[in-house]
Structures are given as C-alpha cells and as structure tokens.
C-alpha cells in the first residue's frame, strides 16, 4: 500500500508532464513560429549542385539526410517502404519531377500528402522563377529568394526543415530572381515536404 507522501509524489509528477510537454512547444511559440514537423529523412540528388547544396545546409540545421541519383528505388525498398508501414513519417527534398512524383504516389497509400511545393524554374537571361504552394510561414519565409541570388537552394533547406505541424491553409506565390545556372543543374528542380494529412 502506498504511503500519503508516495502517492503525493506521484500526483505532483501526473500534474507536471503536461506543463512539461507544452514547455517543449513554448519557445516555438514565443518566437511566433508555430511547432514544426519533424523530418524523417530529407532527399536530395546527387546528380545537381543546387540539390547537393541544399542537402549541406539540411543536414548543417540537423536533419537526416539521404541521397539519390536520379532513381528512389533503393530508398523506397530498403527504408522508407518498412517506415511508411509503421507509422506515416514527414519527409522533404530537393530533386528532380521524377522523384517527387513517384514519391507523392507512394505517400498517398500512407495517408500523406504534399504539403509544400516549389518548382524551381530556370529562364533565358540568368533568372530563376521559384512557384510556391504551402503554409503561409513557409511561403513567407521563402520570399527571400528575391535577394537570396546562388544561394537560393541552401534557403529552400532552410524553409522545408521548419513545415509548420497541423492543418495550414495554403498560400501560394512566385518569386523570380537573378541566378546563374550551374552546369550540372540539367533540369529544373522541386523542393517539397510530404506530410501525414490532418483531418479536420
């Protein structure tokens, strides 16, 4: 039998998680920056420097990274295929339409979906027009892209590391800018973030 004093303790100890919990969330929140969801894995494809650059800065804010060339058979059998069957889990990148395509099926099954998107278009005369769709703080943050010149694929890892967690109304824009393109980078890129859906 337990004692008046255990049983206070443990009364005390109940009471704290949930204030514990929400400390977890309270900086996020001070900042005016809604709780983010966190990234199992952030793709990226070897094949393009834009893409490889993102992933520098990616994995530079922590998160775990993983590249392709081109092809995400490998990652699709021998990771996120187990994953997906446990449990639906975010992931981002910075590829090529082939991948997120087929990417974008596969979640589907998983009840996720493409929560942020921005096709990365390089035109005549050194410009790069960016196309978003997404969460306003997302959409917000990645105006910058106007000033961000080469840099432009280390803002985007920047920007798909911090998807807002929960239902967000989509905002969509286009930012154009000056941006060589390199030459390795063959074709035009997408970043995007696939998320579980949240029901209303």
Request: with cysteine; glycine share 8%; net charge positive.
């Amino acid at each position: 039998m337990k004692s008046r004093r255990e049983f206070l303790q443990i009364g005390v100890t109940a009471l704290a998680l949930p204030i514990a919990a929400r400390g977890a969330f309270a900086s996020s929140a001070v900042l005016g920056e809604p709780a983010t969801t966190p990234l199992y894995k952030v793709v990226f494809d070897e094949r393009f420097a834009a893409s490889v650059a993102f992933s520098r800065e990616a994995g530079r804010l922590g998160a775990p990274v993983h590249g392709i060339k081109g092809d995400i058979t490998d990652l699709w059998f021998h990771d996120l295929y187990a994953r997906w069957k446990q449990r639906p889990a975010a992931i981002a990148g910075l590829t090529g339409h082939g991948a997120i395509f087929c990417l974008e099926r596969l979640a589907w099954d998983q009840g996720m979906r493409v929560v942020f998107r921005g096709e990365h278009k390089h035109l005549a005369g050194g410009q790069i027009e960016h196309a978003l769709s997404g969460p306003e703080s997302m959409v917000r943050r990645a105006a910058a892209l106007e000033t961000s010149g080469a840099e432009w694929a280390s803002l985007m890892a920047n920007v798909v590391t911090r998807c807002p967690a929960g239902r967000s109304e989509v905002f969509t824009t286009t930012v154009s800018a000056p941006a060589a393109r390199h030459a390795t980078d063959s074709e035009d890129l997408i970043s995007w973030v696939i998320a579980p859906v949240q029901r209303a």
